[in-house]
């Protein structure tokens, strides 16, 4: 069994900077991608918001890149995203993603969600 849990949601005031966290437990051979993706209502689902590969490449979504960071600590099978420079528009459920090897198939697993409000 595979598990991810996120932590670091809330509600911060535009401009306000927020950093989530997300750590992949059990049985874990390797850990291909590892990101976040966002769902607003009335927007796109799941929109990419950065992706990282086991190799460290980064890959940001438009409405993200300059503002956002993705890191990952592979020690310790965990993703980062750093938030800055807030806006409401990023108000959103964040989720975490990673494609993992666990026996002889990777698959895909998700986090299980963390509520981030951007408001004054």
């Known amino acids: 069994q595979v598990q991810l849990v996120e932590s670091g949601g809330g509600l911060v005031q535009p401009g306000g900077s927020l950093r989530l966290s997300c750590a992949a437990s059990?049985?874990?051979?390797?850990?291909?991608?590892m990101g976040w993706y966002r769902q607003a209502p009335g927007k796109e689902p799941e929109e990419l918001v950065a992706l990282i590969t086991s190799g460290g490449t980064e890959n940001y979504g438009k409405s993200v890149k300059g503002r956002f960071a993705i890191s990952r600590d592979n020690a310790k099978n965990t993703v980062y995203l750093q938030m800055n420079s807030l806006k409401p528009d990023d108000t959103a459920t964040y989720y975490c993603?990673?494609?993992?090897?666990?026996?002889?198939?990777?698959?895909?697993?998700w986090g299980q969600g963390s509520q981030v409000t951007v408001s004054s």
């Open positions: 059990g049985r874990i051979i390797h850990i291909h991608d």
């Open positions: 993603y990673a494609y993992i090897l666990s026996w002889s198939t990777p698959y895909a697993y």
